[in-house]
């Protein structure tokens, strides 16, 4: 017996020691972090939240897809960092006629595909044909809905794309005729659903109109922003390399990109702080009041264009009454859900907009109010909240405030008004699936708009809108939605914006919770970022700087 | 032998054709679908993007013809990802989850048999009680709890290793320790007890009588019997772990199948699932399969039956 168990206390402490030597050798000492590496070579490393869907910009938009295709694509129009104003693109120039209804681009003529060939005025025009061509089933063909028979030729009204008003004068130049002004037209184009793409290497791999054509790989991958794809491994990284070919090549600084598909807030962090990623768009929530306190110098807190409410599906019997939406809106302690649940800094939302979108910023606010809210619920039948039918609160499973947000809602809304509201949670499909039948009372909704106007949220809640998903309509709502959306004078379309949102918070067929924001890890190297509400990229302006420098 | 296996091939079949067909119906059951998003698409988009993958036909119709596919090997398309096809997502997944895979396994029997044969060996001394209570919170630690541990040692403080990432060989070492963890502490349990059975035995006093040095006794004659129940609890672990782990691979960010199995199903993306379902049914079977024909070879017993 003896024997055996020295042969076996022997290869016990082999193993030991094995394992000791392989840890110390796998590493030993402070090595020089990837980041740090970056900064030396201008390789920028960032956390992208996910594996992009598609880098076709007519296929499948969020804001994963968003950031890469901002490095491998160029619009006609750029927006400014700083403030997103319009800046020129491959559009060298613009020009609005006084009616507003037509926008006339001069294109560079220095503009290049990386495959070396120009980029032309038809490119755009057979861009939009494909992104409107029925059969592709492209999700923001309405991004291009403005032009004039846009729309007709999307839903399949009209085939004659002749008759769409996009129309390539000469090779450098570009008219778009809209069947009535869209002052936000040009903020419009910053979005993904405008840029260009190269028809015939589309065309070389597979049908144009094919959603799942591959022409987007990288060994066959074509674009004409300042980045060309290089590596696309899934759900390890994508690469992007500086486009020698790109018009301003000369004046972009980084060389490479990797975009990090790292969708746990947690694992980003850690990998932020071990030096692998220079930023980190989303610090987990726990972990924002700790950087803000004692790293100061490595988040970043700013206000994204992004409304977090929940809808109410205002035909139920206990909900038809709009004072008993607006008691409910009016006992909700919103400045105590963002301070104690959220800590990320959002901002209590007492409207729908978030203030300042493109100067815009909603007169009309829910009061918090107990006591007149009661009244109103008692006006409504419910004194005390007597006869209050159960009513359910419906929430999405996967990410942990929507519980804590609902629970504090259950709770305010027993003390202020004494009703009984039950939570139920469903997992993420079948709560959009829920919320489109509308089968539900109250459900969470959150909403981040396209492109930086008010129409982007208020036009949601307009009779025919699908997102709308509440049941609620209203004539004179959906008069001044329209009527804004068909003026090209400012003052009159926010007047009208302004009356139109005052109406929604009258009649609440939502509740206003909070504005996000955004958390950003950033290291001190990166220079040339700035923060702002589409939390868009502009790569061309950022740059690496070593830290000792 | 032969006919044991081709008989075990057969049995296979119908079970993989009962698993397709459940998964396809409970998948279809499931409310909402691949192209429900917070911002809604327009009716009329989402009738197009249906027609294209063919979700417009009546169920049955739909069922047969993924049947059909499925029996050419062809999985079919990722909704969740237009342009890439479910078999180039496995071929692109599946030899990250397989590498990882092995390397945990590698720690699961290296640690797990070494800690079993001393514990048994030594039974009811210290080299016994330690390795078994290492082993109980080996089962007892979550991967989820066990792997940021050791990233916050290691990696954030030590600075030895990534925190996260498959870029760097180092970058295997932390995810195959925290997968192989929960292995290696049942490995060692069972080990402990299969060879605290045979150490027990006849044939193995007879090889100590004729003298038989230490390891001989060990290794040619205790092993065989030591290691069954580990081998027959291997069989499925290892289509566990070589198909790949939600969990760590989220933790780490290792680009690997398991993930899959769960965002696939939270996408709907039927394809996918339908296609790493049966490509996991297959990894059990045939594992299974290996496993039987080991204990059959291990167990001089079994062959006669």
Known sequence: MMNESRVARKVYLTLLTVCVVALLAGGCGKRETLAAIGDRTQELRLNNEGEPASLDPAVEIGNIEHSVILALFEGLITADPKDLSPRPGVAESWKISPDGKVYTFHLRKNGRWSNGEPVTARDFVQTYHRMLTPSLGAQYSYMLYPVKNAEAFNLGKITDFSRVGFKALDDYTLELTLHSPAPYLLSMMIHDSWFPVPIAVIKKHGALDDRTNPWTKPENFVGNGPFVLKEWRMNSHILVERSPTYWDATNVRLNKIYFDPTESLDTAERMFRSGQLHSDPQAPPSKVAFYRKYKPNLINVYPLLGTYFYKIHVTQPALKDKRVRQALAMTIDRHAMTETIMRAGEEPAYFLTPPNTAGYTCQTKVREDAAEARQLLAEAGYPDGKNFPTVEVLFNTGVQYHKAIAEALQEMWKKNLNINIVLHNEEWKVYLDSLRRMDYSIGRASWVGDYVDPSTFLDMFTTENGNNETGWSNAEYDRLVHLASNTGDRAARYDAYQKAEAILLDEMPIIPIYFYTRPRLIQPSVRGWYPNVIDQYDFKSIYLVPEDN | ?305
């Open chain 2, 1 to 305: 032998m032969l006919r044991f296996i081709a008989r075990r091939f057969l049995e296979a079949i119908p079970v993989l054709f009962i698993i397709a067909t459940a998964t396809f119906f409970m998948m279809r059951l499931a409310p909402g679908g691949p192209f429900d998003a917070e911002k809604q698409v327009s009716a009329e988009v989402r009738a197009r993007m249906e027609a294209h993958y063919g979700l417009d036909k009546p169920l049955f119709q739909q069922y047969l013809l993924q049947m059909k596919h499925l029996l050419q090997g062809n999985l079919g398309p990722s909704f969740k990802y237009p342009g890439r096809t479910v078999n180039e997502i496995i071929a692109d997944a599946f030899p990250v989850s397989l590498e990882l895979g092995c390397e945990a396994l590698a720690v699961a029997l290296v640690f797990g048999l070494a800690a079993g044969m001393v514990a048994a060996l030594k039974q009811n001394s210290a080299w016994d009680h330690v390795p078994m209570a290492l082993a109980m919170i080996g089962l007892c630690v979550p991967t989820f709890v066990m792997g940021p541990l050791l990233i916050s040692a290691f990696a954030l403080h030590l600075d030895w290793f990534n925190a996260a990432g498959w870029f760097f060989p180092r970058d295997r070492v932390l995810p195959a320790l925290t997968l192989g963890a929960y292995y290696a502490a049942y490995v060692a349990r069972l080990c402990r007890g299969g060879f605290l059975e045979v150490l027990n035995q006849d044939y193995i006093r007879t090889a100590r009588a004729k003298g038989a040095g230490g390891a001989r006794v060990l290794f040619k004659h205790a092993l065989r019997g030591g290691i069954l129940p580990v081998v027959s609890f291997l069989g499925p672990a290892v289509a566990g772990l070589l198909t790949g782990s939600f969990v760590v691979e989220t933790i780490f960010g290792v680009p690997g199948l398991g993930r899959y199995f769960v965002t696939a199903a939270f996408n709907r993306d039927y394809f996918m699932v339908m296609g790493s379902v049966l490509f996991y049914a297959c990894f059990v079977v045939v594992l299974n399969l290996v496993a039987d024909v080991a204990l059959v070879w291990l167990n001089p017993k079994l062959r006669f039956e």
